[in-house]
């Protein structure tokens, strides 16, 4: 796991803010992925969920810090427990995996673009470092 968001070096460090949602995305795939197969439990899968959350949400307050508005992706987190629920419900398997990653990563891409979309607003409020790293994974 990586550190908790509540590291970030000052309110509105939205680079390390959006650091710490990719990687609990990345952590989201992974966990599924080992859940498929019986490595981890439902539980531990909702905790990486319940990372994203916290995460997502400690993003949202640095970008608003700086006064941008991140209001289209605030479904983001409910979009994603719903598939979570979905398929969690299911058995474990690798085909329960083929059938609802799908939707995770599309779920997930779609609050990448949103972040990606915001990258000249953040250079125009001053941000130097990059707010999403050129390869994300």
Request: hydrophobic share 40%; net charge neutral; glycine share 6%.
């Amino acid at each position: 796991m990586h550190p908790p968001s509540y590291y970030q070096r000052a309110p509105g460090d939205v680079p390390s803010a959006v650091r710490n949602l990719l990687l609990s995305m990345k952590q989201l795939q992974e966990a599924l992925k080992h859940w498929s197969v019986g490595h981890v439990t439902e539980a531990q899968v909702s905790d990486v969920y319940v990372q994203i959350g916290t995460d997502f949400n400690a993003t949202l307050h640095a970008f608003t810090y700086h006064k941008i508005d991140l209001s289209d992706l605030h479904s983001i987190p409910k979009e994603l427990r719903a598939v979570l629920e979905q398929c969690l419900g299911e058995d474990p398997s690798p085909q329960v995996l083929a059938i609802f990653m799908p939707q995770v990563r599309q779920v997930l891409h779609r609050l990448l673009r949103g972040l990606q979309s915001r990258q000249d607003a953040w250079r125009a409020v001053g941000g130097q470092m990059p707010m999403i790293p050129i390869d994300p994974r």
